[in-house]
């Protein structure tokens, strides 16, 4: 018996739930998920680890990089307007 239950990844709602078993066994296997009596594989936790520590990793990066090369200041960043244009008598 297998059961593949497919989630929507923006939602996190339940879209399908394909196996070879029985409509019931569906709805019941759809039930446990929705009440969290069922744990997630290896995989998918594997894969959770992953994002979560590329995104973290991201942040320290950028972090580490604002140090090193620091922050421009705004009165620094020269301006290129309509002044600029204008001739000047």
């Known amino acids: 018996m ?3 239950i497919k989630v929507n990844r923006k939602t996190h709602h339940i879209e ?3 196996g ?3 409509h019931t ?3 019941m296997a759809g ?4 009440r969290h009596e069922v744990e997630p594989t290896f ?3 594997f894969r959770r680890f992953i994002k979560r520590f590329k995104r973290e990793m991201d942040y320290q990066f950028d972090v580490i990089c604002g140090h090193i090369v620091g922050s421009e200041q705004a009165a620094s960043v ?3 307007g ?3 244009h204008i001739e000047r008598r």
């Open 78 to 80: 020269p301006y290129i």
């Open 82 to 84: 309509i002044e600029a």
């Open 25 to 27: 066994a569906q709805n």
């Open 20 to 22: 070879d078993i029985g």
């Open 31 to 34: 039930a446990k998920l929705f």
């Open 2 to 4: 297998t059961v593949k």
């Open 16 to 18: 399908k739930i394909v």
């Open 43 to 45: 995989g998918y936790k």
